[in-house]
């Protein structure tokens, strides 16, 4: 079965610098991989998602996360974070003709001042 | 702008007690979701349907059952409410095969369920 490890579970960072998330997905063909955030009492949202072409996807807030099929990751970035980047984020897998989602368990990213 | 609606926001409700929980969406989308989420365990399946009066069993079905007699509305019920499935409980859709791609799952924001 496909499965989805987000490495972390909670990043602390200060506000202005910049972080990673890291997320790995079982080797498989014709994976399509999703970041969803999830802002505090709230559901979760589609930040970006890779389905093919550009190894670098990029979200509207900054966020943005490369492909890369020889490690099998999907990391996801920003050089500068906001207080309002605060929230879970989560990574998903998609495989082949399986249209359902897999999660990963979810890091939580909490941005200081 | 597209919703997926879960009816109650907190829900308490006693150990043993038959609990349902409603999710609605306007998308036309043929499939819905519930999946519960725990910290540290993230988001687990529990049922899936693709079409009307269809479902499948997700990661987790033990002790919830679910209905899907219109397209636009997947009910979770918990047949006899136990202080393990506190939980908070998130209900999404997403269109189906390829297209789903394209859009991703649309999630309500979540039923946060206590037994007691």
């Known amino acids: 079965a496909q499965s989805v490890t987000q490495l972390d579970s909670q990043v602390p960072v200060f506000e202005e610098a910049p972080v990673e998330l890291r997320c790995n997905y079982s080797s498989s063909v014709s994976v399509y991989l999703f970041w969803y955030v999830q802002y505090p009492n709230q559901g979760l949202q589609l930040l970006l998602k890779?389905?093919?072409?550009?190894?670098l996807v990029e979200s509207i807030n900054g966020f943005e996360a490369e492909f890369n099929k020889s490690q099998t990751s999907f990391h996801l970035r920003k050089p500068s974070v906001h207080i309002s980047d605060t929230a879970e984020y989560f990574c998903a897998v998609s495989r082949g003709s399986n249209y359902k989602l897999t999660f990963g368990k979810g890091t939580l990213l909490t941005v200081n001042p | 702008d597209v919703k997926v609606t879960q009816s109650s926001r907190y829900l308490v409700k006693r150990t043993g007690e038959k609990v349902f929980l409603e999710c609605v969406q306007d998308m036309d989308h043929e499939n819905m979701f519930w999946y519960r989420q725990d910290p540290g365990l993230g988001l687990r399946l529990i049922y899936f349907s693709y079409d009307v009066k269809m479902k499948e069993k997700g990661d987790i079905p033990e002790g919830y059952s679910v209905s899907r007699e219109k397209k636009e509305r997947f009910s979770l019920i918990l047949e006899s409410a136990s202080t393990n499935q506190t939980s908070m409980y998130l209900c999404?859709?997403?269109?189906?095969?390829?297209?789903?791609?394209?859009?991703?799952?649309?999630f309500g924001s979540g039923t946060r369920l206590t037994v007691v």
């Open positions: 890779y389905l093919s072409g550009s190894t």
């Open positions: 999404a859709s997403s269109l189906a095969q390829v297209t789903m791609l394209q859009y991703g799952y649309t």
